[in-house]
């Protein structure tokens, strides 16, 4: 099955810094999601991006989905940014495509 | 537009024990996806449900595990005669078509 590797697996950061995180998979797809996992242990939907840029304040992703990564940008982080960073994809095949496989997670640490 | 309801947040029992996790999805969504997620990893696809219908029940254990989605009310998962190696967070997700969005979990601590 699809296969899905995120990097790096840990990210310990100042406030203000900016950050790339980065998520791989093995096949194909048509669907992508990112998402952040806070403290408390929510999840967050933070994009939809099967392909292309998206932006959302100090948050924009890319997926170049020829080339089977996506990335996740953090421009000027926050503590409040801290938690971990999954990315899921559907599993592939066409009878279970809602199935989302996910990342191990980026653990991202923002220090005051 | 309330998101995905999940309760209880945090369900503690002992063993041999039942647990029963509840999910309401948002108003208008049909498709409900329970997973599971254990410390220190990424969430694990269980069971797929539109309204009384079980579509995909594959990434659940064949024994002791059981879900539904009745016409009227939340969708249930239900663990019987829990065990240490339940302890998890369990996630549910909704969705109208291919995005999925998930409520907040219910922790599950397995005394």
């Known amino acids: 099955g699809i296969q899905v590797e995120q990097s790096p697996p840990d990210l310990i950061l100042q406030e203000g810094a900016n950050s790339t995180l980065r998520c791989n998979f093995s096949d194909s797809v048509n669907n992508l999601q990112w998402f952040h996992q806070n403290p408390w242990g929510q999840l967050i939907n933070l994009f939809y991006?099967?392909?292309?840029?998206k932006q959302n304040g100090r948050l924009s992703a890319t997926t170049v989905a020829t080339e089977r990564y996506s990335l996740l940008y953090i421009s000027s982080s926050q503590t409040t940014d801290s938690g971990v960073y999954f990315c899921?994809?559907?599993?592939?095949?066409?009878?279970?495509?809602?199935?989302?496989?996910w990342g191990a997670g980026t653990k991202l640490i923002i220090k005051p | 537009n309330a998101g995905v309801m999940q309760n209880p947040r945090h369900l503690v029992r002992r063993r041999g024990q039942e647990a029963r996790l509840r999910c309401s999805p948002m108003k208008g969504h049909s498709h409900v996806y329970w997973y599971r997620q254990l410390p220190e990893e990424g969430l694990k696809f269980m069971v797929y449900?539109?309204?009384?219908?079980?579509?995909?029940e594959s990434g659940m254990p064949k024994e002791r595990f059981s879900a539904e989605f009745p016409k009227e009310g939340p969708s249930i998962l239900r663990i019987q005669q829990v065990v240490r190696g339940d302890s998890a967070a369990y996630f549910c997700?909704?969705?109208?078509?291919?995005?999925?969005?998930f409520g907040a979990g219910t922790r599950l601590s397995v005394l």
């Open positions: 997700a909704s969705s109208p078509h291919n995005i999925q969005y």
């Open positions: 899921a994809v559907p599993r592939g095949d066409m009878d279970s495509n809602y199935q989302l496989i």
């Open positions: 991006i099967p392909s292309g840029t």
């Open positions: 449900l539109q309204k009384e219908n079980i579509i995909d």
